[in-house]
């Protein structure tokens, strides 16, 4: 009857573990709804922060931004003083001190890209990245058809990117017209009005490396489309 009654009990214990591992389980059920519910509602709202931000980002069509740009290669070197001024699809980008060659202005309009220097026309063309080119007399052209995007911190014609937990860009891939592969980089970001804009990208690709440094945003609330011609000075922004 003692080994009866041993026996009943380790059954006896074998059954209240179990039944209390189950009581343990169907709690942790209750707190925690499973990995993938919450990494789906994640993501969900994760996907809403992001389509914001950069519906946001792509409202700000208008828009002048200063700072400095700087273009080297194994071998040389540049950089300028730039102020970069944008009115839904209409540039009008200032280069100060590349190279000794004074001021470069490079407006881009209504698919025409012209770069002068003073009073004389340097390059013309439809691609303001190989204006560009030819004027810094370059080996390769810097993709400045997608700078417009990136420096308001949105992908452009990115093949790939990652963003941190705010839906702010840290990187990108980019592949231009030549084929060649072109990698960016956002490190570092400041608030400007209700938005934080990137201030520091360096971007590589091909032999060149870029680095670009912006201050001094100007945002505009509304979209003004300016009639051009060669002969104006600069694009009006408005609210200025």
Not at 13 to 39: I, R, T
Not at 93 to 100: D, F, I
Not at 139 to 150: E, T
Not at 218 to 230: D, I
Request: glycine share 10%.
């Amino acid at each position: 009857m003692r080994v009866v009654r041993a026996r009943l009990s380790s059954v006896g214990a074998m059954l209240l573990l179990s039944v209390l591992l189950g009581a343990c389980q169907s709690l942790d059920d209750v707190d925690n709804p499973g990995e993938g519910a919450l990494s789906t509602g994640g993501e969900a709202r994760y996907a809403e922060l992001v389509r914001q931000r950069d519906a946001r980002l792509a409202g700000l069509d208008s828009f002048q931004v200063e700072g400095g740009l700087g273009i080297w290669t194994d071998q040389e070197s540049m950089s300028a003083r730039m102020t970069w001024q944008q009115v839904a699809d209409h540039l009008d980008l200032t280069l100060t001190g590349p190279l000794s060659m004074g001021t470069l202005r490079m407006r881009h309009d209504h698919g025409l890209a012209v770069l002068t220097r003073g009073n004389r026309r340097v390059a013309s063309g439809p691609s303001a990245d190989k204006v560009l080119q030819r004027g810094l007399s370059l080996d390769a052209p810097v993709p400045i058809g997608q700078l417009g995007s990136w420096i308001r911190g949105l992908p452009g014609n990115a093949t790939s990117l990652e963003r941190d937990a705010q839906g702010k860009l840290t990187s990108l891939r980019f592949i231009d017209r030549q084929g060649t592969r072109w990698q960016a980089n956002f490190r570092r970001y400041s608030p400007w009005d209700d938005v934080d804009l990137p201030t520091l990208i360096t971007a590589s690709g091909g032999p060149y490396s870029v680095r670009l440094v912006l201050k001094n945003w100007q945002l505009a609330a509304t979209t003004v489309v300016p009639e051009t011609s060669e002969s104006n000075n600069r694009l009006p922004i408005p609210g200025r």
